[in-house]
């Protein structure tokens, strides 16, 4: 079974700085591509980043392009995303979702980002 | 880009009635040599993460009760609930995964119990 927990949200002030990680577990990680989602609180869902099972692809929402940086540990069945210069709209829920083709078909529960002074 | 848009915003439906949602996409999400649509919908609940129902348009997602059934090609989209049960009370997005790994989700429809 597909295991995925976020961890490393908190209460971070504007402009400060946080990684999140994502342990993986039930599966084959080193064959899914991973991607961050996030949602704001009340809102709808927003697609962050994307790694490819290698790492060798990587892409990101252009609202997070060259503040945030998605990496991942092959070895460690682990997914990491460091997000510096924070605003508050970055206040969120951050989820992994992996994928195993094109379509993201399993996601963990989620670790909750706050920035706020 | 493609915009995806989602109605109703919300609806509420009997204990057993079927509830009906809509996807648009602003683009077709059909790619023709494989005839496939990079469709996929998501049901969430309260205080949980989103989980898979449909890929592909209309392929359910192993798990997925039979009253869940998607439909549509192109540019438009139907997520069927057949027979409302209680627990099925939640949000549901539409996603096109056709510019992947560029997703785009809809902006969700709230499903309740009249």
């Known amino acids: 079974e597909v295991h995925l927990v976020g961890s490393g949200g908190g209460l971070v002030q504007p402009g400060g700085s946080l990684r999140l990680s994502c342990a993986a577990s039930g599966f084959d990680f080193t064959n899914y591509n991973m991607n961050w989602v996030r949602q704001a609180p009340g809102k709808g869902l927003e697609w962050v980043s994307f790694i490819s099972s290698s790492g060798s692809v990587i892409y990101y929402a252009d609202s997070v392009k060259g503040r945030f940086t998605v990496s991942r540990d092959n070895a460690k069945n682990s997914l990491s995303l460091q997000m510096n210069g924070l605003r508050d709209d970055d206040t969120a829920m951050y989820y992994c979702a992996a994928g195993g083709g094109d379509y993201m078909d399993s996601w963990g529960q989620g670790t909750l980002v706050t920035v706020s002074s | 880009d493609i915009v995806m848009t989602q109605s109703p915003d919300s609806l509420a439906v009997p204990l057993g009635e079927r509830a009906t949602i809509n996807c648009k996409s602003s683009q077709s999400v059909l790619y023709s040599p494989s005839k496939k649509n990079y469709l996929a919908w998501f049901q969430q609940k309260p205080g949980q993460p989103p989980r898979l129902l449909i890929y592909?348009?209309?392929t359910r997602e192993a798990g997925v009760p039979d009253r869940f059934s998607g439909s549509g090609s192109g540019t438009d989209f139907t997520l069927t609930i057949s027979s409302l049960q209680a627990e099925d009370v939640a949000v549901y997005y539409c996603q096109q995964y056709y510019t992947t790994p560029l997703f785009t989700f809809g902006p969700g429809t709230a499903v309740d119990i009249k």
């Open positions: 592909w348009a209309s």
